[in-house]
């Protein structure tokens, strides 16, 4: 064989040795990526799972021992975010993974940079979240002030079912046999809550609620549900079709700016409406004792933050609809932890209505796996159909 022919056939096979080389890299690189993947996910189910939970209970128990002030309990609830900003400093001053030859999400397929909006686009944004935050806290704080946990919490449920709706027109969402199903569920579930007989939420410190006080928490905790479902479907479209980055960073500020605009709204609601006069005598008033009056306080900020970094974390990497599915897997540690510490009665229309809220949530979950599934064949059946040098 002549000089030219043998250079030739080195050069093509060291072409294709670079090829293999380059499609091995590709495959371990997307290997370590989905594994990773999994791994922000399950932290960030963990993290809505326990802040969720410790939080609600910790709130019921102000309101149980004493406290009575709905917007101290809001600001509470988003006033907790400076505890984040070490962590945020610490995440907007490390390298990339682009930096450090990894895949850097900010970019598109073809490398360019998605455009980010102004900083006026920006504050607006983050300001208007802040104000629905602020005033669903608000909501929130109403009903677990008047209704027991376990009612409370199953009503809850609902914010699933009202997502579902608010992602169909927002984010596209679409509508499966699975999800109608779990809709119509949690639908029933927070329905037969209203028919919840009276005695069967008395509270070892409250006494038994009226019928006006029921009411007035069943309609408030409903309208924070939906207006949590709207909220969750919003933070998924400005990640999505407005800031356009897909770094841990933009989730940091998501929940830090969002939750300062919220602190600032419930802070001027808790001074309009006077209720801060009255903190010093309720604090005094505590059946606990001042100084847990103010670990109740503080943990409760504390946990909410949990929850925060777990549920924008989850639209973040997944959707609004699946964050909002895994806050509802709390459905039934909270309401069977508040009868051992709070002495809630589970009646046979809770029993019944929490029977039916997991088993909506597990109808959805299976949509969830079955997507996950067609999509994964989908993906092998493009790569295997993609042309290679031979």
Not at 158 to 177: C, D, E, H, R, V
Not at 269 to 293: D, P
């Amino acid at each position: 064989m002549d000089q030219p022919a043998q250079i030739q056939l080195q050069v093509l096979r060291d072409q294709h040795h670079n090829e293999a080389n380059k499609e091995e890299t590709m495959k371990q690189s997307s290997k370590t990526g989905h594994w990773w993947w999994w791994v922000k996910v399950s932290l960030y189910t963990l993290s809505v799972l326990l802040g969720q939970s410790v939080a609600v209970l910790l709130g019921r128990l102000y309101f149980l021992k004493g406290g009575s002030s709905n917007w101290l309990s809001s600001v509470v609830q988003v006033g907790g975010f400076p505890i984040l900003i070490p962590f945020y400093l610490l995440t907007t001053t490390t390298p990339t993974k682009a930096a450090a030859g990894g895949v850097d999400h900010d970019h598109d397929d073809q490398g360019a940079k998605p455009p980010l909006p102004s900083p006026h686009t920006l504050t607006a944004i983050y300001a208007l979240l802040g104000l629905v935050v602020g005033f669903d806290c608000w909501l929130y704080s109403v009903g677990l002030q008047n209704l027991p946990v376990s009612t409370y919490t199953l009503l809850s449920a609902s914010q699933l079912a009202f997502n579902s709706f608010f992602s169909y027109f927002i984010n596209g969402q679409k509508f499966t046999p699975f999800v109608v199903n779990s809709l119509v569920l949690l639908t029933i579930s927070s329905v037969l809550l209203v028919f919840n007989n009276d005695d069967d939420d008395d509270s070892s410190a409250a006494g038994p609620t009226s019928r006006v006080k029921y009411v007035t928490g069943f309609l408030c905790t409903l309208a924070a549900s939906a207006l949590f479902g709207l909220l969750m479907s919003a933070t998924q479209y400005v990640f999505t079709s407005v800031i356009k980055r897909r770094t841990f960073k933009y989730v940091m500020d998501m929940i830090i700016y969002q939750n300062l605009f919220a602190s600032l709204v419930t802070a001027v609601g808790l001074f309009a409406s006077g209720e801060w006069k009255g903190i010093g005598r309720e604090m005094e008033g505590y059946g606990l004792g001042t100084t847990s009056y103010l670990m109740t306080l503080i943990w409760i900020a504390v946990f909410w933050q949990v929850f925060s970094i777990g549920a924008v974390g989850l639209i973040f990497e997944v959707s609004a609809l699946f964050s909002n599915s895994i806050s509802v897997v709390g459905l039934p540690v909270v309401p069977i932890a508040a009868i051992f510490f709070f002495h809630d009665k589970m009646s046979g229309v809770k029993g019944v209505s929490m029977v039916l809220a997991i088993w909506g949530f597990v109808s959805y979950v299976y949509q969830f796996y079955v997507d996950d599934r067609i999509s994964k064949v989908a993906k092998k059946a493009v790569d295997e159909s993609s042309p290679r040098s031979s």
